[in-house]
């Protein structure tokens, strides 16, 4: 009879159950250790767009979500804006990404502020 899990069989095989053959999950200590570094990064990213615009150059073009981040509206928001009569141009970066300049971004924020009486 083989060692190791399993049940043997009459033909000797060995038949694991479905329990064996899943693979084993990570510990929560192991993601941890993972996620350390991207978290400051993602951090140090975010911090960043909170500078004052001034510090970006006017043809430096912001993705999609960093526009979002930004601007601190939801994804789904920004296409809704992108799409409508008043959104700000949009640059195509590929086939399927847009971007949005640095300027033309604070030429719609302009236009977007209201005055009271």
């Avoid at 329990?19 to 951090?43: F, I, M």
């Avoid at 990404?97 to 009271?116: D, K, L, S, Y």
């Amino acid at each position: 009879m083989p060692s190791g899990h399993g049940i043997p069989t009459e033909e000797g095989q060995i038949v694991m159950s479905t329990r064996e053959t899943r693979p084993r999950r990570v510990t929560k200590q192991h993601n941890q250790k993972q996620r350390r570094g991207r978290k400051t990064l993602l951090r140090a990213r975010a911090l960043a767009l909170d500078a004052p615009l001034t510090s970006l150059a006017d043809d430096q073009i912001l993705t999609f979500p960093e526009w979002c981040r930004l601007n601190r509206i939801s994804e789904r928001t920004g296409h809704r804006i992108i799409k409508g009569p008043n959104g700000p141009k949009i640059v195509w970066l590929s086939p399927r990404r847009f971007g949005i300049r640095v300027g033309t971004n604070r030429e719609w924020q302009q236009a977007r502020e209201q005055t009271h009486a």
